[in-house]
């Protein structure tokens, strides 16, 4: 059994559902509405603890479900007070059983049946990053994504999105959707922020529509169905969240490069190579600058728009190399 959401206009919508095995696919049940707010059904008996109202688990009993407080627990555990949730959330989780482990060679083969979409996902939720030659190895966390439905897995996985970081869903959808495929470049391949946004946008929305029609991915459900209820949210955190992650890097990509341009420029102007004269200190740099304005400065017989262009340069420059403009 597992708690499930869906959105609605006014929020979010949660229930129980169990996976069934069906004649080729697992496939999702619903056993039990909860309404839009779960922690309904919470008790508080006083100090650290809780426990879910025993006639949601009768009522589920009755209803052929087998269950207990400690699974109940479990599921409820995001809804429970703040407070309480952090006290308890390492006891609760640990006792969670923990099914045998398999054998490498058993491990390898049990590896090639789970979709690559949700082991890249897993992945990368579980590290933090992703790399493609991790699946050459046994990887047991994975085994998370077996005996479930669609359904299920999405659920699974989108609790553990809501801990994504911001500055990590640009490379949390590159990795999930495999984008480097669609950017053979060596040495730029795995960097999501080497291409362009709109080159990222096309590629992501290729790789987002060619997912739902992948058969094996939908397990039994149509296209129109895994769009809607599965694939839309990353659409939305894509869009969202993308953009303005990515505008930043490229406002920092576009200062490096002026940075390195204003170091070229004074350089070239000094006569001198960009590596010197980022190793001059403040106070050296400013004796070059008055060493040359004694020469161009209008009131000692130079030339003004001469003048405004060393200042300019050199303003440029100590910009570019971290100092205050004061000269």
């Known amino acids: ?90 006891y609760i989780t640990r006792s969670e059983k923990k099914a045998a482990r398999p054998s490498r060679r058993e491990q390898m083969r049990l590896q090639e049946t789970f979709h690559p979409f949700d082991k890249r996902r897993l992945i990368f939720l579980k590290f933090g990053g992703f790399n493609p030659r991790l699946l050459e190895r046994p990887l047991w966390f994975l085994n998370r994504l077996r005996d479930k439905s669609r359904d299920e897995i999405e659920q699974l996985l989108w609790e553990m999105e809501d801990r ?54 939908r397990m039994g459900l149509s296209e129109e169905e895994v769009l809607r209820e599965y694939l839309s949210r990353y659409v939305i955190l894509y869009f969202d969240t993308t953009e303005g992650a990515r505008r930043m890097f490229e406002e920092r990509r576009a200062g490096r490069w002026a940075r390195a341009e204003a170091l070229h420029r004074a350089a070239r102007y ?46 440029e420059l100590m910009e570019a190399l971290g100092y205050r403009r004061r000269l």
């Open 164 to 217: 994504l970081r911001p500055r990590e869903v640009v490379s949390y959808i590159y990795a999930a959707f495999a984008l480097w495929d669609y950017f053979p470049e060596r040495l730029t391949r795995f960097i999501p922020e080497a291409r362009l946004q709109r080159e990222l946008d096309q590629a992501f929305l290729t790789a987002l529509c060619e997912l739902a029609r992948d058969e094996a991915f």
């Open 1 to 90: 059994m597992y708690l499930a959401r869906k959105r609605t206009p006014r929020g979010f919508r949660y229930s129980l559902r169990v996976s069934e095995k069906g004649d080729r696919f697992w496939r999702s049940r619903e056993i039990f509405d909860l309404g839009e707010d779960p922690a309904r059904y919470i008790r508080y008996p006083g100090g650290v603890t809780f426990y879910v109202d025993p006639e949601l688990e009768e009522e589920l009993h009755r209803r052929g479900v087998e269950t207990d407080q400690w699974e109940l627990e479990r599921l409820f555990l995001r809804f429970v007070s703040p407070e309480i949730r952090e006290k308890l959330w390492p």
């Open 270 to 315: 000094f006569g001198l190579s960009p590596e010197t004269l980022s190793r001059l200190s403040r106070k050296e740099l400013l004796r070059l600058f008055r060493e040359r304005a004694k020469v161009l400065h209008p009131d000692r017989g130079g030339n003004k728009e001469a003048f405004v262009e060393l200042r300019a340069i050199f303003e």
